[in-house]
């Protein structure tokens, strides 16, 4: 394997397990037990420990420290000075038994002087923002800036734009029905009544809402920078109303994913089975109302997104 990289006469690595077209600069140090995948590109002044495991395609630009128990999957980017940490209560002299594992899932981003604490994971697609302090695990496609990092939107989404009014008028003359670029998704507008005592929005089941619900729930008082959701179900119809305040919806169906906002009591959207479902956004007021074809039932969960991208590439929900 060694002789298929190129290691530049000024580091020092002493694994053997370093892919071909992998190429490490000057002043790097890479411990024996480290595991480097093909074609990498690591930069200048770095170091990267024994339990370390690095797969194909990574670029680690300078001085990125990787400390035991970190592991990096294929096509990620690690911006200059980005820092790895492995304990969260570290003392001199006392190394404890194990360390929690961090994982950066493929094609994540890493911006300069990010700081990522130890047992998180940074999910696929994400981006870190340049010195970002990542205290918990990141949401695949998920973008985070800030100390401590929080969500700002999801890369690579579509915004829903409203639908057409069907003939020039009032509101109530727009479509019922908005068709989305994810699949089965859909936005329902709800017929609205208006007079001087104030303003109704109707939905009716199985006609303007497209099932009949089994169980309700509604998500009130939640931090704005929080974020709801992450999964899909394998049987479940959900129907979103935003009813009062705002919040926005993100829908994925493994290959597309789209942003929409929710933001009056008559906009609502139907999350079919098998669409990876987010929420985040909050309005300080929101409260979301949320119907559901079926009752409760941990097994009707999807809560890993790889799991999630395999069972729709296999096309069954079992």
């Not at 019922?176 to 859909?186: H, K, N, P």
Request: with cysteine; proline share 7%; aromatic share 8%.
């Amino acid at each position: 394997m060694r002789a298929a990289c190129v290691i530049h006469e000024l580091a020092e690595v002493k694994s053997v397990h370093v892919g071909p077209g992998t190429n490490i600069w000057q002043f790097c140090v890479v411990l024996q037990n480290a595991e480097i995948g093909d074609n990498c590109n690591i930069c200048s002044h770095c170091f990267i420990e024994n339990d370390v495991v690095i797969g194909n395609n990574v670029t680690i630009k300078n001085g990125v420290h990787i400390w035991d128990g970190v592991s990096i999957e294929d096509d990620v980017f690690i911006g200059p000075n980005v820092t790895f940490s492995n304990d969260l209560w570290p003392k001199s002299k006392q190394r404890p038994e194990s360390f929690d594992r961090t994982v950066v899932r493929k094609q994540a981003s890493i911006g300069a002087n990010a700081t990522i604490l130890p047992g998180v994971t940074i999910g696929q697609g994400a981006v870190v923002g340049a010195g970002a302090v990542v205290t918990r695990s990141v949401p695949p496609y998920a973008v985070v800036v800030g100390n401590p990092a929080r969500i700002i939107r999801y890369a690579k989404t579509d915004e829903a734009t409203p639908a057409p009014l069907a003939v020039p008028g009032p509101i109530e003359n727009r479509p019922a029905r908005q068709a989305v670029s994810v699949d089965g998704v859909s936005i329902h507008y709800l017929p609205v009544f208006r007079d001087i005592r104030g303003e109704i929005a109707v939905g009716e089941f199985e006609r303007s809402i497209p099932f009949s619900p089994l169980r309700y729930f509604i998500v009130y008082g939640v931090p704005s920078k929080e974020t709801r959701g992450e999964h899909a179900h394998r049987q479940c119809h959900q129907f979103l109303i935003c009813i009062r305040g705002s919040c926005a919806i993100v829908a994925d169906d493994a290959k597309r994913r789209i942003e929409i906002p929710l933001d009056s009591p008559d906009k609502g959207v139907h999350l079919p089975p098998m669409t990876w479902g987010i929420q985040y956004k909050y309005s300080s007021d929101a409260m979301l109302l949320v119907f559901a074809s079926h009752y409760y039932d941990p097994a009707d969960y999807i809560r890993d997104y790889s799991d999630f991208v395999r069972i729709r590439s296999q096309g069954t929900s079992k």
